[in-house]
């Protein structure tokens, strides 16, 4: 159940991102910076688990890990150009563009849950259809996240 971690920890960077632009004290902002960095960084950790755990079969897992690193990449560059010097200090536009990303990541993470749930129970009723246990595992091994047993990390 990564997806769980990963919404409750774009929720909080949320609202981290919503203190940071709507306090002006020192110590708020710093607190809306450490609320930013406790919601983003272990939910980047667990959608890298997910990509890993939810893609069978060796190439298809090393493609999606190396598209979300690309594209985290991609982020640094596109920093550039919505946290610009003249918004500074308070960079209203670059939080509200995070805000804006994060708030697309829960909802594509939700749908993403929903319709990995749903994959899940057409298998598992495959399996009872078909009479499909984990002693035919060995069986259905090579097929990877397309086998009947193989179940997607939600």
Do not use: W
């Given at each position: 159940?990564?997806?769980?971690?990963?919404?409750?920890?774009?929720?909080?960077?949320?609202?981290?991102?919503?203190?940071?632009?709507?306090?002006?004290?020192?110590?708020?902002?710093?607190?809306?910076?450490?609320?930013?960095?406790?919601?983003?960084?272990?939910?980047?950790?667990?959608?890298?688990?997910?990509?890993?755990?939810?893609?069978g079969g060796e190439v298809k897992r090393?493609?999606?890990?190396?598209?979300?690193?690309?594209?985290?990449?991609?982020?640094?560059?596109?920093?550039?150009?919505?946290?610009?010097?003249?918004?500074?200090?308070?960079?209203?536009?670059?939080?509200?563009?995070?805000?804006?990303?994060?708030?697309?990541?829960?909802?594509?993470?939700?749908?993403?849950?929903?319709?990995?749930?749903?994959?899940?129970?057409?298998?598992?009723?495959?399996?009872?259809?078909?009479?499909?246990?984990?002693?035919?595992?060995?069986?259905?091994?090579?097929?990877?996240?397309?086998?009947?047993?193989?179940?997607?990390?939600?």
């Amino acid at each position: 159940m990564r997806g769980s971690f990963i919404l409750g920890g774009s929720t909080l960077a949320i609202v981290g991102y919503v203190m940071l632009l709507a306090t002006k004290t020192p110590g708020a902002q710093y607190s809306g910076t450490v609320f930013v960095a406790m919601g983003l960084l272990p939910s980047v950790a667990c959608q890298l688990a997910r990509m890993r755990e939810t893609f069978g079969g060796e190439v298809k897992r090393a493609v999606a890990i190396r598209l979300i690193v690309g594209c985290g990449n991609l982020g640094g560059i596109a920093a550039s150009f919505i946290y610009r010097q003249q918004n500074s200090p308070r960079y209203f536009s670059g939080h509200v563009v995070c805000i804006g990303s994060l708030s697309v990541l829960i909802v594509l993470c939700a749908i993403a849950m929903i319709r990995l749930h749903m994959l899940n129970q057409g298998k598992i009723t495959q399996c009872e259809r078909e009479g499909i246990t984990a002693e035919k595992s060995d069986v259905f091994a090579e097929l990877g996240d397309g086998s009947p047993l193989y179940l997607y990390t939600l």
